[in-house]
């Protein structure tokens, strides 16, 4: 996939997201989100795995967008201090 079209795949999937983003939030919050744009669909699970598995099972040939409901990045990487 050309990056310009992994961002525009990414634009369209965070559109979804955010016209639905209230009710992700409230019946789903801190669960993840696989959303495939073209078809509009989204697949919540517990896990990164399970949402990204249950969007490749219902559409195989295309590529979705994973959130983390409710964050701003599905993962966050970063130091602890003590």
């Known amino acids: 996939m050309l990056a310009s079209e992994r961002r525009s795949l990414v634009s369209k999937a ?6 639905m983003r209230l009710r ?3 019946e789903f919050g801190g669960q993840f989100v696989a959303i495939e744009p073209e078809s509009q669909e ?3 699970g ?5 949402a990204v598995s249950a969007a490749r099972t219902a559409h195989p040939n295309r590529v979705s967008h994973t959130i983390r409901i409710g964050h701003q990045a ?8 003590r």
């Open 14 to 19: 965070k559109v979804l997201y955010e016209s």
């Open 46 to 50: 517990q896990s990164f795995d399970s």
């Open 74 to 81: 599905a993962f966050h990487i970063g130091i602890m201090e």
């Open 24 to 26: 992700l939030e409230r």
């Open 42 to 44: 989204f697949f919540v």
